[in-house]
Nanobody, 125 residues
Framework: QVQLVESGGGLVQAGGSLRLSCAAS????????MGWFRQAPGKEREFVAS????????YYADSVKGRFTISRDNAKNTAYLQMNSLKPEDTAVYYC??????????????????WGQGTQVTVSS
């Protein structure tokens, strides 16, 4: 069993930046593709970004492409989501996810084994 713990959420003004972190409890993290999802009030959870085990391949939702960057540090068992040029519509609870699957499959999502508890991101206008 792997626990994923997100941190880094908070309140920021539009145009600002935040970096989310997702720390895994076990080194087996390095065998998992990682992803970020978000859920706004009254909406379904949606895909944000994913990254392959080797960090060579990444995918982004069209709504965040060019503004968000996903990365990982396998030595620290941690994945990150750098969020720049934030907009009020980015307001949501952000969840990290991991699975023995591909970064491409996580977009569906498919093959996710673990979810974090979520961290709130609020962007004020």
């Amino acid at each position: 069993q792997v626990q994923l713990v997100e941190s880094g959420g908070g309140l920021v003004q539009a145009g600002g930046s935040l970096r989310l972190s997702c720390a895994a409890s076990r080194p087996t993290f390095r065998n998992y593709a990682m992803g970020w999802f978000r859920q706004a009030p009254g909406k379904e959870r949606e895909f944000v970004a994913s990254i392959s085990v080797s960090a060579v391949t990444t995918y982004y939702a069209d709504s965040v492409k060019g503004r968000f960057t996903i990365s990982r540090d396998n030595a620290k068992n941690t994945a990150y989501l750098q969020m720049n040029s934030l907009k009020p519509e980015d307001t949501a609870v952000y969840y990290c996810a991991g699975g023995q699957t591909s970064a491409q499959a996580m977009r569906v999502p498919r093959g996710i084994d673990y979810w974090g508890q979520g961290t709130q991101v609020t962007v004020s206008s």
